[in-house]
């Protein structure tokens, strides 16, 4: 069974501060995924990662970065938290060629004070 | 660019009744389009894909290049149905999804 494992199911943090979401998933996915869930928007796709140490933008990027460092874990990072970036976010994972195939983490619910 | 449209945010019928959620697309190449479902506390899953033309949970979708849709249907809505549904496209040779902005399903007793 496929887990993808999101650290944090509620955060809080204050405007200004950096933020870390760590995903982890264990079945070997070369693809990797953070969205951001907000109501009546549906999910937008912040970043992604096609393998270790490569990301690339998807339609949201602005205020965010990502680091994959090893195949199993990527990691969202907000430089500096805004307001607007209070959401639910979502890790997923797939395998190369099946995207629809998407297995999604439990979700971090991001609060910027 | 490639993009999806839910006109419904909040869908409310009685048990029993039809259920008709609707899903618009934009695409220029060749679409697959998905249904993914997220119950109450529970991860998003995928539901159905038009390629393999399946009934899920009494639930079916028809591509229709012409109209550009890709509705979710159900004859008889039971309350477990209720839910949060989106739509989404896939491009990038399989890699990528591009969803909605989902529909709340809300099925009454």
């Known amino acids: 069974d496929v887990k993808v494992t999101q650290s944090s199911r509620y955060l809080v943090k204050r405007t200004g501060e950096k933020v870390f979401l760590e995903c982890v998933q264990d079945?070997?996915?070369?693809?990797m995924f953070w969205y951001r869930q907000d109501p009546g928007l549906g999910l937008r796709l912040i970043y992604f990662s096609y393998d270790v140490k490569m990301k690339e933008k998807g339609d949201i990027p602005e205020g965010y970065s990502v680091s994959r460092e090893k195949k199993e874990r990527f990691s969202l990072i907000l430089e500096s938290a805004s307001t607007n970036q209070t959401s639910m976010y979502l890790c997923?994972?797939?395998?190369?060629?099946?995207?629809?195939?998407?297995?999604f983490g439990s979700g971090t619910q991001l609060s910027v004070l | 660019a490639q993009r999806v449209t839910q006109p419904e945010k909040l869908l409310s019928v009685f048990k029993g009744a039809p259920v008709e959620l609707k899903c618009n697309y934009s695409y220029s190449g060749s679409p697959e389009l998905f249904w993914y479902v997220q119950y109450s506390r529970q991860r998003l899953q995928l539901l159905l894909r038009h390629i393999s033309r399946e009934s899920i949970k009494g639930f079916t979708a028809d591509l229709n290049k012409g109209e550009t849709s890709f509705h979710l249907k159900k004859p008889f809505a039971q309350e477990e149905d209720s839910a949060m549904y989106y739509c989404?496209?896939?491009?990038?040779?399989?890699?990528?999804?591009?969803f909605g902005g989902g529909t709340r399903l809300m099925v009454k007793p």
């Open positions: 079945m070997d996915h070369e693809n």
């Open positions: 989404a496209l896939g491009f990038n040779a399989g890699n990528m999804l591009t």
């Open positions: 997923a994972s797939s395998l190369p060629g099946q995207g629809e195939k998407l297995f």
